[in-house]
């Protein structure tokens, strides 16, 4: 569609330059989300391999001890204890279970109801609510400004603008917005009445934008604000998420330890 506009406006050049860039810093951006969700993906898949081993080859062995010394074991103990003969006796369960959860986890995102209640959960969460909608208000500012600057009619650009937003609920929305436009709405009227999505910001710059006829250079100025947001938001990531993982797997180690070392103890005692 830019192309086709630059070619009848006689600005190809032009659009084709504005087209590379916005897919230039569209994929920057992309990248560096993913990077931001990569460390905690290892750091979660690093505790659960731990706690599967401390289950196949250390619970075993500490079960047999306290078979030895005929110790009694607390609730906290037996339970670890069960839980590792479960998965020692029917790891083939254990496994299929959760190959066909992921499976069945997979295909519900391929489903409009699947994937916009996955939307929904992921935009309530701490850290990655706000960046995702700062990524997705970069990507509908830059994107819409794209291709409004390069002569695509208003609803059109909305249009398809919709279809490359990645959070479902981002898509509904601007595609709805596409629609009320044509009935003589104004784009921040329609905006406004999603506050949990458009940040005030975006709702108060496009009002602008509408009302000085300068809607492309306020949709980039918002666009520019917003990937500079998600760059620092990424940088920081990190220093935020690591006092949680900290405290995370400082309880599952302080749980294991408490259920070895409880009847330990209890046993010394009795001697």
């Known amino acids: 569609n830019m192309v086709a506009s630059g070619e009848a406006s006689g600005k190809l050049e032009s659009v084709l330059k504005l087209l590379a860039r916005q897919m230039k810093r569209d994929y920057d951006i992309r990248s560096k ?3 931001a969700m990569i460390y905690p993906a290892i750091i979660v898949s690093f505790l659960v391999i731990v706690g599967v081993m401390m289950m196949v080859y250390v619970i075993p062995t500490l079960t047999a001890t306290f078979t030895e010394l005929g110790i009694a074991l607390p609730l906290l103990t037996r339970i670890i204890i069960g839980a590792s003969n479960f998965l020692l006796s029917f790891w083939w369960m254990v496994a299929a279970v959760s190959i066909f959860l992921a499976f069945g986890f997979y295909r519900a995102l391929k489903t409009a109801t699947g994937k916009r209640l996955f939307d929904r959960i992921v935009l309530k969460l701490p850290v990655f609510g706000p960046l995702i909608r700062k ?3 970069a ?3 830059r994107t819409l400004a794209s291709l409004i600057a ?17 959070n479902s609920l981002f898509c509904d929305a601007v595609g709805r917005a596409a629609e009320e436009i044509q009935k003589g709405t104004q784009l921040n009227i329609i905006l406004k009445e999603y506050p949990k999505l458009f940040p005030p910001l975006v709702v108060q710059m496009v009002g602008v934008g509408e009302e000085t006829g300068t809607i492309s250079r306020m949709l980039l100025r918002l666009a520019i604000f917003y990937e500079g947001e998600v760059s620092d938001t990424t940088k920081n990531l990190s220093s935020v998420i690591e006092p949680v993982l900290m405290i995370v797997i400082g309880g599952v180690v302080g749980l294991f330890a408490v259920a070895v070392m409880q009847p330990i103890y209890s046993g010394l005692g009795g001697l």
């Open 139 to 141: 990507r509908m500012s």
């Open 33 to 35: 989300v993913r990077g």
């Open 150 to 166: 390069s002569g695509v009619e208003i609803t059109k650009a909305l249009h398809i603008t919709a279809t490359v937003l990645g």
């Open 135 to 137: 990524f997705n208000s």
